[in-house]
Structures are given as structure tokens and as C-alpha cells.
């Protein structure tokens, strides 16, 4: 069962984010902060979870939230900073567009470049351990695959609506066949051997 947030004292947002490993599109980047008495049972890290969990869960998190924020970095922003430092870009935009700030933050993962005058913890697989970080992931998640199928309808030949940017066979060999879009992280290579570890299912 996931605890609701790190810890009790301070008012805390979790932060998570989507898309760092895709050839195309944003990073996208959460910031949720969730009432004390926040339930819902389906909640946990959203790639163990279906789309059609994700969006329910995502109409809950918004409703049910005391705040809640999505941002993003595009392509031409991680080519120029590199894909950990746009990670971070994209939660400190998040943090910053709270309604109510937080005085803690909960961040998914080992890493996180400091957002001013706030305190954090970064949790390996948070988003798997507590709530606040669980709807981030699912907040992240659904807002940058929205934005993906509605690119994918000006470059279909890449899939984007089924693999959401990742580097799936599909995905590499059309960007093998037809270039890079607009929209491709041109620092990402398209054949790096490590690519073939990804399955055609995307995250």
C-alpha cells in the first residue's frame, strides 16, 4: 500500500516525470499535491497501469488535488541542456506553476538539481511507494501522450500514436527511412546498439 506523501510535517508536492528515454518529443513533468485523506485505489506508478486507468485516474488527481501543475521541455531545449538537465527544467516549471507552493518536495529517482528555497528528497522508484508521486507519474504521463497523438497526426509514418515517441523497431526504422521531424532530440542516436532493448511496447 502507498503511503501518501514522504513526510507529515511540511506541505509536500511529488514530481515525476515522463519521456526521458523517447527519440522524439518533450520531456514532460508533474507536480502534485494531494489532501491528507486522498484515496484512490488504482493509484501506484503508472507504468504498471493501463491507458484507460491512467486517464480515469487523471480526472480524479486533477478534481481531487489541492494543486497541480504540468510543464515540459521540448526537443530543441534537451538537445541544448541534455535530457537530466531538461528533466529537472521541466519539474522546477511545474513546481512553479503550483497554485499553493509547497514547503517539500518528493521527487521520483536519485537525482534532482534543487528548486530554490525548497527542500526535497529524491526517492528511488517513488512513484511506486507514494501517492503523491504515484499521480505526478500518471499526470506526466497522460498530458505527454496526449501531446504525442496530436503530433502524430502531422508524421504518421512514425506511429507516435502507439509508441508515444519511443524508440520501438517502428519508430527507428521510420526515422531510419523517411529523416528526423521537427520534433526528433537529434542528440538521441537513432541506432545505438542499446536501442534494441526496448520492446514495441512503449511505457
Known amino acids: 500500500m502507498l503511503l501518501n506523501c514522504y513526510q507529515q510535517e511540511f506541505l509536500e508536492a511529488g514530481c515525476d516525470e515522463a519521456g526521458r528515454g523517447c527519440l ?9 499535491i494531494l489532501p491528507a485523506d486522498f484515496i484512490a485505489g488504482e493509484l501506484t506508478d503508472s507504468k504498471k497501469l493501463t491507458h484507460a486507468q491512467r486517464v480515469k485516474l487523471r480526472v480524479i488527481i486533477e478534481r481531487e488535488a489541492i494543486a497541480w501543475a504540468v510543464a515540459s521541455c521540448d526537443n530543441f531545449e534537451i538537445d541544448e541542456i541534455n535530457i537530466l538537465n531538461a528533466s529537472f527544467l521541466a519539474m522546477h516549471r511545474a513546481i512553479e ?13 536519485n537525482r534532482f538539481k534543487k528548486y530554490p ?7 528511488v522508484k517513488g512513484d511506486g511507494k507514494y501517492l503523491n508521486i504515484a499521480a505526478a507519474s500518471i499526470l506526466a504521463k497522460t ?17 507516435w500514436h502507439q509508441n508515444k515517441g519511443y524508440p520501438t523497431i517502428v519508430h527507428r526504422n521510420a526515422a531510419l527511412e523517411f529523416g528526423l521531424s521537427p520534433y526528433h532530440r537529434k542528440t538521441f542516436t537513432i541506432t545505438a546498439p542499446q536501442l534494441s532493448l ?6
Not at 24 to 32: I, N, Q, S
Not at 117 to 123: G, Q, S, W
Request: proline share 8%; aromatic share 12%; with cysteine.
Open 97 to 109: 506553476q503550483l497554485r499553493t507552493q509547497p514547503k517539500y518536495l518528493s521527487i521520483d529517482g
Open 117 to 123: 528555497d525548497i527542500p526535497h528528497t529524491c526517492v
Open 24 to 32: 522524439a518529443g518533450p520531456v514532460f513533468a508533474a507536480a502534485v
Open 198 to 203: 526496448f520492446s514495441e511496447i512503449s511505457e
Open 143 to 159: 498530458h505527454r501522450d496526449e501531446f504525442m497523438e496530436r503530433i502524430a497526426l502531422e508524421y504518421p509514418h512514425y506511429q
